[in-house]
C-alpha cells in the first residue's frame, strides 16, 4: 500500500478556499486517488475522485500533479457546513484502513 | 435511489453480551464492506464480501465477531461476546465491483455501540 501524509487539522474562515494536501508514493499510473468527507454521526461520502491532472464536480476540485507524489482537495468558498473530516484514500486504502484524515474546522 | 441502510442506530449492551447489525447495501452492489471507527479515528476495516464469498476477513477479531451475507444481498455483524473496547460506530459499505479500478463506496450512517 501507498504511505499517505496529510494534515490532521485546518482552521479556515467562512468564504475562503480550502486546500488539503494529501502526499502518497508508489501509486501506479491508472490508479484512482478517492477524497470522502465524513460528518460527525454519518458514515463517509464519496466527494471526488481523478488520477491525473485536474477534476472538478459540483463540490469540489481535484489536482493531482504529473508526478502522482500528491494530490490536492480544494473546496471553494467553504461554509459553515464543510465542517467536517476529509480522507485522501490512495488504491487499496479502503480495504485496510481510512486514517485519521484531515479535521477542517470552518469559523464563521 | 436508495441508500445503504443500516440497524440499529444505537445500541447499548453490557460487557459480555451479544449484538448483532444489519446491514442492506444498494441494490446491485456486488462488494460490501464492514468498518469499525472508534472515537476520533478513522473507519477499519472489519471484513470484505463479494456477492456472498468472504474476500478479506483478516481483521476480524474471528474469536468473538462474525459475519455473514446470504444470497450476497443483506448481512449481519455479530460480537459474541461483546468487550468494553468494542465500544465504536459500526459501518456498513458497498460498491459496485471492488476490482474496478475507481471503485467508490457509499456508507449507510453506522450503528454506535456502547459497551457498559
Known amino acids: 500500500l501507498a504511505k499517505t501524509t496529510q494534515p490532521i487539522s485546518m482552521d479556515s474562515y467562512e468564504g475562503q478556499e480550502v486546500n488539503i494536501t494529501c502526499s502518497h508514493n508508489?501509486?501506479?499510473?491508472?490508479?484512482?486517488i478517492t477524497w470522502y468527507q465524513q460528518f460527525p454521526s454519518q458514515g463517509p461520502r464519496f466527494i471526488i475522485q481523478?488520477?491525473?491532472t485536474k477534476v472538478t464536480n459540483e463540490v469540489a476540485s481535484l489536482f493531482i500533479p504529473a508526478d502522482r507524489k500528491s494530490s490536492t482537495l480544494s473546496l471553494p468558498r467553504v461554509s459553515l457546513s464543510d465542517t467536517a473530516v476529509y480522507y485522501c484514500l490512495p488504491p487499496g486504502y479502503q480495504k485496510v484502513t481510512f486514517g485519521i484524515g484531515t479535521k477542517l474546522q470552518v469559523i464563521p | 435511489e436508495a441508500g445503504v441502510a443500516q440497524s440499529p442506530r444505537y445500541k447499548i449492551i453490557e460487557k459480555r453480551q451479544s449484538v448483532a447489525f444489519w446491514c442492506n447495501p444498494i441494490?446491485?452492489?456486488?462488494?460490501l464492506y464492514w468498518y469499525q471507527q472508534i472515537l476520533g479515528q478513522g473507519p477499519k476495516l472489519l471484513i470484505q464480501?463479494?456477492?456472498?464469498?468472504?474476500?478479506?476477513d483478516s481483521q476480524l477479531p474471528k474469536d468473538r465477531f462474525s459475519a455473514e451475507r446470504l444470497k450476497g444481498v443483506d448481512s449481519t455483524l455479530k460480537i459474541q461476546p461483546a468487550k468494553l473496547e468494542d465500544s465504536a460506530v459500526y459501518l456498513c459499505?458497498?460498491?459496485?465491483?471492488?476490482?474496478?479500478?475507481?471503485?467508490?463506496?457509499?456508507f449507510g450512517s453506522g450503528t454506535q455501540l456502547s459497551v457498559l
Open positions: 441494490s446491485g452492489h456486488a462488494t
Open positions: 481523478g488520477y491525473k
Open positions: 508508489n501509486i501506479a499510473t491508472n490508479d484512482y
Open positions: 459499505a458497498s460498491s459496485l465491483d471492488r476490482q474496478r479500478a475507481n471503485e467508490k463506496l457509499f
Open positions: 464480501f463479494q456477492n456472498n464469498g468472504v474476500v478479506d
